[in-house]
């Protein structure tokens, strides 16, 4: 990372006027606040906190009241540090509380939150009162497409691996899948059977696949929309209830005949359920998959390597996927488009985030 910000070093312009130089300076954007979410404490505080510092930034963290204890733990370990005191702070509470304070806070110039598309909205909503600069990841709804033309085997592991990731409590996990007709027994097959050989338990056993919910509320949301998609005509075919043991666990579930305008293939569910619909052409793989008020994650498995490069092209979504699991590379670039968010992390483009441009026009005549 910073190399990266290294790499931050403006710009020199030939202007069309003689003996004129213009020169595009990048300068810290200053005080920043980060707002980070429960289900990636340490991973999120990582990417707000070191783009801040390395660019020549402060940041105040606001870690999610579900997670605080990592962030405490990483200011503990900054104090035998030689960063300055301050340059780092924390501050806990009620999200809706202290996320708008710091949202309004004159003396922050940047407000970066991860989190639901309803908490951006409010703190977007706050930051305008200063047009206060905003950088936004938020909910998603990726779709998932397998075509003919995939490697089945290659598709499933992927797709597996993608949505168990954290209990499916990731925000770029892959939330409704599109299979194209002539392989789609082979892949829902192919997938249940892998759903439900699924190990849950302590996740910090070398034995266990997944591990729970994070709460009781967020455990009774994944159940109520897997039961509002059986009640519309959708069936389950491996799963589909809470385990009845100690703590927060759902079965790793498969869901089919779910229809487009249901709950479960509109709203986030972020959890290990998989609702499968078909599809017969790749333009209406397309139009389904764009068709969400989300754009940040999608998943493309295919080897044909016209059809990714159609798919890459034409899906509304900030991130393409093609035959592999969403492995976000620190020199890349995570962004959302619609209501998944504003601006973006990572890489070069991730950096510009926390700095500001000035422009020097320079005469030498």
Known sequence: MTGLAQSNKGEVLQNQVDHETIMLIKKPIG?????????????ILMRKMIP????????????????????????????????????VQIISGPGSSIGNLLAKNQQINLISITGSTGAGKSVMEAAAANVKKVNLELGGKAPA??????????AVKYIVMARIKNSGQVCTCPERIYVQGEVYDEFVKKVTDTMSKIVTGDPTSPNTD???????KQLDSIEQKVQDAVAAGAKVLTGGHIIESEGNFYEPTVIVNVDDDSQIMKDEIFGPV??????ATIDEAIDRANDSPYGLSS???TDDLKES???TNRLNIGEVYVNCEAEEALTGYHAGWRQSGLGGADGQHGFEEYLNTTVSYLRYE
Do not use: H, R
């Open 31 to 43: 005080v920043t606040a980060g707002i980070i979410p429960w289900n990636a404490p340490i991973f």
């Open 52 to 87: 801040a510092l390395v660019t020549g930034c402060s940041i105040i963290v606001k870690p999610s009241g579900e997670t605080p204890l990592g962030t405490f733990k990483i200011a503990e370990l900054l104090q035998k540090t030689d960063i300055p005191a301050g340059l």
């Open 145 to 154: 497409i397998v075509t003919n033309k995939a490697d089945i085997d290659k």
């Open 210 to 216: 997944m591990g729970p919910i994070i709460n009781k």
């Open 274 to 279: 998989l609702p499968i619909a078909k599809f």
């Open 299 to 301: 998943y493309v498995y």
């Open 309 to 311: 490069m159609e798919f």
